[in-house]
């Protein structure tokens, strides 16, 4: 499993430096200062190049003073506002379900710039429940289907599945109507990628008041069966930072609970999420 914990000493060494940081700017230039930190990126991309996700275990660092954003700043073009999403009881925003999601990769809807790196912290746990997150590995996928099922791997990398949505991102400014029809999966220059929103698939479908062809939904429900059957499960402490390679990799997490206290405040999983491409 790749998991890069820091020591305790280099925590609190790199929280020193940060100290006095006011802001984000600030921050990421105390941090390219420092071969410390230096080496502990040279690392969490090693690992993300090999695996294709690495979970990285920073304590109380991770939430210190910017250091997050700083963070996603050093994995290529900075995405856009970092989320901060907790679980709701009326909000139709996928992040903030209470039901388990299924496997996807995020923004798969955006054709040209799909993000191609996601960061995940929690910053706050589950009040009842022990919640993971699911990781599949596309290159894991192919090798599966290569043998046990090479007709719908065929089928996964020839057959354009449809999606829909309004606008890139839920709280995202522009809300124009989006269509794509590609297939699930492709294979370029440097591997096996995956594009894939069942929530966007089955939007295109309600909208357009039509019934999903069957052997499409077919194909998606075999696809996931198999992908669930190679799914690590990841568990993230408060202050563990997941990093996942976006397009060479599904992801999804358990369901959650809510807790309701005396004032009618909902106290329940806390993440923030960003993106780098
Ligand atoms: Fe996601």
Known sequence: MAILKISD??????KTLLKSSQS????????????????LLTSLKKILKEDKFVQFRGGELSNYNFFF???????????????????????????????????????????ERQPQFGFIQVIKEDPIFKVHNGIVLIREL?????????????????????????????????KKRLVVKEPILSKDSDGYKVRFDFERINFYYKEKNEKQPYEESKMIFDFLQYANGIKKAL?????????????ETLHDRDECSIELGTNGKLNSREILVSFAR
Request: charged share 25%; net charge negative; glycine share 6%.
């Open 9 to 14: 000493e280099l925590q609190a060494e790199l």
């Open 24 to 39: 984000p700017e600030e921050t990421i230039d105390i941090l390219s200062k420092s071969t410390k930190f230096s080496n």
């Open 69 to 111: 954003t700083a963070l996603v700043n050093c994995f290529g073009e900075y995405y856009g506002v970092i989320e901060h999403t907790g679980i709701k009881i009326d909000c139709d925003y996928t992040g903030c379900s209470r039901n388990q999601l299924v496997l996807h990769n995020d923004d798969a809807i955006d054709i």
């Open 142 to 174: 192919i090798r599966e289907l290569k043998f046990k099922d090479p007709d719908l791997l065929n089928s996964l990398l020839t057959v354009p599945v449809p999606m829909c949505s309004y606008g890139i991102n839920y709280d995202g400014e522009n």
């Open 235 to 247: 568990f993230l402490e408060v202050g563990d930072i997941l990093i996942q390679n976006n397009k």
